[in-house]
């Protein structure tokens, strides 16, 4: 197939998001709404790409950190004065014969369907323009597609220029992705005028100017088309993309029950199970035969093979390595690495902590700042003391070491390898190793003194009315 140029316009006002943060740079299912047409356009054999934009500079450095700077160039639009202008402006000073022309705010669209769309312009006749259409159930809001008798495409004409129900009715719309020649597309993008309802020069208005002789359309898959203009339209467009993720991970031999919500960057490997109610996000990865558990949330989160995560599970930014275990109901907060075989319980919170090889804190600890050694067993109630206040201070837990229920280790503090600390200890000071510590008051047994106790007690207590 011959080279062609993507040009993606996203220089519009999106005014209807009513945001401060440009309408392309809205995330769903974790990209920027304008890495999907990106991506597609790439996929389907794009050399490069160039985005029309406003000039905002950070759209421009997310597009080099996320896609490549090398093969991508934005060009300013400004002011916006519609679609046709924002193609002119993308085509210019392309060398490229041929070019793919998207709109930034349709997340769906895919590369099969664009491939489809630059192909048929090698179709019988040759055509200069191939424009996308689709059959919809409800067509307000999209550009109509008008043909004649024989079926030619004469005219695309937006919702607010209709001038019947007859032409209201008509179900074919324009999905708003053309592959053309560059410069018959340049020549009659030259000659728009914006004579219609919003004083915009449009690009479907290239469809007229050329003719029906040079126009040809293909049909694309009908949610191709879902446009973001709003944010229930965000909502709808990414619980799209949330379905398709699903199906893809579930042909690559990953289950996945229910609504699990997964960004199109995380990796899964086969055999993993998701349930219902898991989100995850970012850069997270999930290794073969883990289990991730009812309504867990993890975020950039490295998980191991055979890993079980287990419901109500917050993971941020840390790593679970193979076969370990989590949850239910902790939190590892950033920089908590699990080692092979861990057990982290039921509210645990870990933030900056290693659990060494085998280690276990099962039950109720907060445990920030530390490391704790292979096979350490660190009892239920246990806190890393870490913050004086002012500064964050490092526990550290020798191999095989026991810390009893409800202690808490003041940081800085060394608990050495194979030590005990007894039940209840506040440890202060350094344990060698081997040692017990044990720091807590001594008991006493007062032998017979319970039901005295009781007597004065009662006594003391009203008679209740
Ligand atoms: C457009 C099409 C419509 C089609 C629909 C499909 C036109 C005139 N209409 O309508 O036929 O059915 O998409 O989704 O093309 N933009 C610029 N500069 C501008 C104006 C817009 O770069 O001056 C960009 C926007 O950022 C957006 C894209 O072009 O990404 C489409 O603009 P939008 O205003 O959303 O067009 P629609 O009204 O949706
Ligand atoms: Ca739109």
């Known amino acids: 197939m011959n080279s062609f140029v993507a040009v993606v316009l996203a220089a519009g006002q999106g005014t209807r998001m009513k ?21 597609a356009a790439f996929d389907a054999g794009a050399e490069r790409a160039v985005v029309v934009t406003q000039g905002q500079p950070e759209i421009e450095a997310h597009l080099a950190r996320a896609l490549g700077a090398d093969r991508i160039r934005t060009v300013v639009q400004d002011p916006p004065r519609g679609t046709g202008d924002a193609a002119r402006i ?24 664009l491939k489809a769309l ?24 999209y550009g109509r597609i008008l043909r004649d008798a024989a079926g030619r495409l004469l005219e695309i004409r937006e919702q607010r220029d209709l001038e019947s129900d007859a032409q209201r009715a008509i179900t074919e719309v324009n999905a708003g992705m053309y592959a053309a020649r560059t410069e018959a597309l340049a020549r009659v993008l030259g000659e728009l ?7 915009e020069y449009y690009l479907t208005d290239a469809v007229h100017l050329l003719g029906p002789d ?22 709808d467009a990414e619980e799209r993309l949330f379905a398709r993720i699903r199906e893809r991970h579930g042909r690559a031999g990953v289950t996945i029950r229910g609504d699990a919500r997964i ?40 998980v191991g093979e055979g890993v079980v995560v287990k419901p109500y599970t917050v993971i941020t930014a840390s790593t679970v390595r193979a076969r370990a275990q989590v949850g239910p109901f902790a939190h590892l907060r950033p920089d908590s690495l ?48 870490n913050y004086d206040g002012f500064r964050k201070h490092r ?55 319970a039901p005295r106790l009781k007597a004065r007690l009662s006594a003391k207590t009203k008679p209740s009315t």
């Open 19 to 39: 945001s401060a943060l440009p309408k392309v740079l809205h995330p769903l299912a974790g990209r920027p709404l304008l890495e999907y047409p990106l991506r």
């Open 90 to 113: 993308g085509l210019s000073g392309i060398p490229s014969p041929r070019v793919l022309v998207l709109y930034g705010d349709t997340p769906l669209v895919r590369a099969e369907d």
């Open 118 to 141: 630059v192909a048929a312009l090698d179709a019988p006749g040759s055509p200069d323009l191939v424009c996308m259409t689709c059959r919809v159930a409800e067509p307000f809001g």
């Open 193 to 199: 005028r914006p004579n219609n309802a919003q004083g």
């Open 214 to 235: 040079r126009v040809a359309s293909v049909e694309g898959h009908a949610d191709a088309l879902v446009g973001v203009n709003d944010r229930a339209q965000l909502h």
């Open 263 to 302: 960004d199109d960057t995380v990796v899964i490997e086969p055999d993993a199970l998701i349930e219902a109610g898991v989100r995850l996000r970012g850069a997270t990865r999930i290794g073969a035969g883990a289990r991730i558990d009812v309504g867990s949330v993890l975020d950039d989160a490295d």
């Open 338 to 385: 699990l080692e092979e075989e861990a057990h982290v319980g039921n509210f645990v919170e870990t933030k900056k902590t290693r659990l060494g090889r085998g280690a276990k804190a099962n039950h109720l600890s907060y445990l920030g700042d530390g490391d704790v050694g292979a096979g350490a067993n660190v009892g239920a109630g246990t806190i890393f003391c």
């Open 395 to 449: 526990t550290v837990i020798g191999e095989g070491a026991f810390i009893g229920s409800d202690s808490q280790l003041v940081a800085p503090v060394t608990v050495g390898k194979g030590a005990y600390v007894g039940t209840g200890t506040t440890v202060t000071r350094d344990v060698p190793d081997d040692a017990l510590a044990i720091g807590r008051a001594r008991q006493e047994n007062k032998l017979g003194y």
